[in-house]
Every structure is written in structure tokens, then in C-alpha cells.
């Protein structure tokens, strides 16, 4: 655990731009390092959104002026780049440098340090963005997690209308619990950066699960018998267009299902940042069954 009697000192007044702070995990980060009494500044897209944090900035990552304006007086930067291409990071990323401010980049577990090219977009993305903010000589601290377990909040409508999911089929992972991965962030955040002893974590859950496990520990929360069904790529495809995704975003998704590896395992990573193991997918599932139904 980083130690806490040199993280409770100036750090806690520290202020923090958090960027993804309306999303699952930027929630969670924004309402962790108020409760630490820093300082949270976001960047939003919508004014009329929601504000999570007690400041905000509006703008888009992919703007420059925003996020110049955003980075004034801030310590740290938490980054998450939701894009699918990282060519319109590079004026964010020259704006970092300028302001020469520590960054916290969250990327994926999924990343492989030793291939010349990535299983899919999504984690080549990932893999790109790394790359970008070390060549940038903006040394970031990287926090790679496994799958979020509030991905499965995007179930709850299928949930709501039966007791089957249906849905791409993907490699087995160690389903990471996003109120974990907002702690380790806000730790890491909080901390001096001589007190980090890496430059790169990776963020699991407990177990690693297939989605029919998922969907099987969310059924024992619920208390209902569920099930998971793997649909063929083309089907799959079909119906989260219907549902309104962006295809580039349906295109990642079913390239990640075809080629992405199953995650190499679990580590203790959660555990050496917030001094507290990973919790299970299944407390989280017991944690959010009300959105379920
Ligand atoms: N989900 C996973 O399993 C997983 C695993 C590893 C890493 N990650 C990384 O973690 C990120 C966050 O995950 P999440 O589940 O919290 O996602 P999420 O709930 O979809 O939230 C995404 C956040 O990014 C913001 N955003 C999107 N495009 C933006 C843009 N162009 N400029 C500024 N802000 C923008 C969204 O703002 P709006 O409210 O305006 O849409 C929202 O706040 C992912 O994007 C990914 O990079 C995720």
C-alpha cells in the first residue's frame, strides 16, 4: 500500500484534472480524491451534463484551447483516451508537455509489451497512447486494467426483458471492479512519485471469468436463473447497430472478440496501491442489483 502518513500531507490539497469524469470509472476517481480533499477540476462535454466534480472545464480531449485551460494550476492529470485513434491525441499530448504536468494514463491489461502490433484497435489505441506520452518524455504512471465489471450495466436492459444475455463472445478476464481501479487511481494520484515503486500496474479482479460466469454470479445477485448466449459475429454485429453504436466501435468490438487473448491471470496490484484485495465480480453484482432491475 502506498504509504499513507506521506500521501496525507500537501498531496491532499492537491488539484487534479480528471478527464471521463461523467463515465463509470471518472466517477468514481472524481468522488475518491474529494473525499481525500483534493481539489477536482474535470473536462466535460455537455455543460448541462453531469458535474461531479466542484469545477469543471467544457471541452473535448480532442481540443487543444480546452484542455490548455483545463491543465492550468493542476497537479496531476487521470487521462483516459475513449477514442478509437490516438493521431488526435498528439495536440493533447503537446499540451501535457507544455504544462509539464504528471499524468495517470489508464490503459488495458490487454496491452503486449514485446508485439510489433496489437491483437485489436482497441488495444492497439491503448498501446499507441503509451507510446505517445513516453516519447513525450512525460514519464506516466500507467494503470492497466483488466475489463471494467460496470461493462455489464450495458446487460441491464436484456435483463430487464428476460433471463438471457445475448452478445459477442470474447476471451476469458479477470473482471476488475472500477470502484478498485478508481482507489489504485486515486492513490497513485495522491502520492509522491517517489513513493510509486513502478511506472506501469496491472489492475485485475480476483478470478478470471468468461462472460457465461459473469452472467451466471449476476443470476445468484438477482436471485433468477440466467444465462449467457454467444451470438455469430454477423448477428452480433446486427444488433448493436440496432442499438445505436458507432460502427467503427461495433468493428473493435468484434475484431477484440475474434483475436483478443484470454488475460494472462490475476495479479496483487489492487492490493499493493489501496492496502485491499480486489474484490469479486460477485460483491460487485450483489453491490449493483438494483440496476439490474
Ligand atoms: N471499460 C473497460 O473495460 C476498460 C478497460 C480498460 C481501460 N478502459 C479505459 O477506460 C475508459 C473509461 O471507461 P468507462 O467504462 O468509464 O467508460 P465510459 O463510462 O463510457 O466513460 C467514458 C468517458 O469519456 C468521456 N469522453 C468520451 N469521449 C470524449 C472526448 N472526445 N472528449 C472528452 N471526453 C470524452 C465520456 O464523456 P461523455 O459523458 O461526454 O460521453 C465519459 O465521461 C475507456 O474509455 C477506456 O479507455 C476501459
Excluded at 481539489?39 to 451534463?49: F, I, K, T
Excluded at 484542455?67 to 487521462?79: I, K, T
Amino acid at each position: 500500500m502506498l504509504d499513507s502518513s506521506r500521501s496525507t500531507g500537501a498531496r491532499h490539497h492537491s488539484s487534479i484534472l480528471v478527464t471521463g469524469a461523467t463515465g463509470n470509472l471518472g466517477r468514481e476517481v472524481v468522488n475518491r480524491l474529494q473525499a481525500h480533499g483534493a481539489r477536482v477540476r474535470s473536462l466535460v462535454r455537455r455543460q448541462n451534463g453531469p458535474r461531479p466534480g466542484a469545477e469543471s472545464v467544457l471541452g473535448d480531449l480532442t481540443d487543444p484551447a480546452a484542455v490548455r485551460e483545463a491543465l492550468v494550476g493542476v497537479d496531476a492529470v487521470f487521462l483516459l483516451w475513449p477514442l478509437l485513434d490516438s493521431s488526435p491525441a498528439h495536440d493533447l499530448v503537446a499540451e501535457l508537455s507544455t504544462a509539464a504536468t504528471p499524468v495517470v494514463y489508464l490503459s488495458t491489461t490487454a496491452v503486449d509489451d514485446e508485439a510489433a502490433c496489437q491483437s485489436d484497435p482497441i488495444v492497439q489505441v491503448h498501446a499507441d497512447m503509451e507510446a505517445l506520452l513516453r516519447d513525450a518524455d512525460l514519464r506516466p504512471v500507467v494503470l492497466r486494467s483488466d475489463t471494467l465489471a460496470s461493462n455489464t450495466l450495458g446487460w441491464a436492459k436484456q435483463l430487464r426483458a428476460g433471463d438471457v444475455v445475448s452478445g459477442v463472445g470474447t476471451a476469458r478476464t479477470a473482471v476488475v471492479d472500477e470502484r478498485d481501479v478508481a482507489d489504485a487511481a486515486s492513490a497513485v494520484l495522491l502520492a509522491h512519485h517517489d513513493q510509486l515503486e513502478q511506472d506501469v500496474y496491472m489492475l485485475t479482479g480476483p478470478e478470471v471469468l468468461s462472460r457465461a460466469d459473469q452472467v451466471a454470479r449476476l443470476g445468484a445477485a438477482l436471485r433468477r436463473r440466467l444465462r449467457f448466449q454467444a451470438l455469430p459475429a454477423d448477428l452480433a454485429r446486427s444488433h448493436m447497430l440496432e442499438d445505436g453504436r458507432p460502427e467503427p466501435l461495433v468493428e473493435a468490438l468484434i475484431a477484440a472478440s475474434r483475436r483478443r487473448p484470454e488475460s494472462n491471470g490475476t495479479t496483487d496490484h489492487v492490493e499493493r496501491l489501496t492496502g485491499r484485495p480486489a474484490g469479486t465480480f460477485a460483491r460487485w453484482a450483489v453491490d449493483h442489483a438494483a440496476e439490474f432491475s
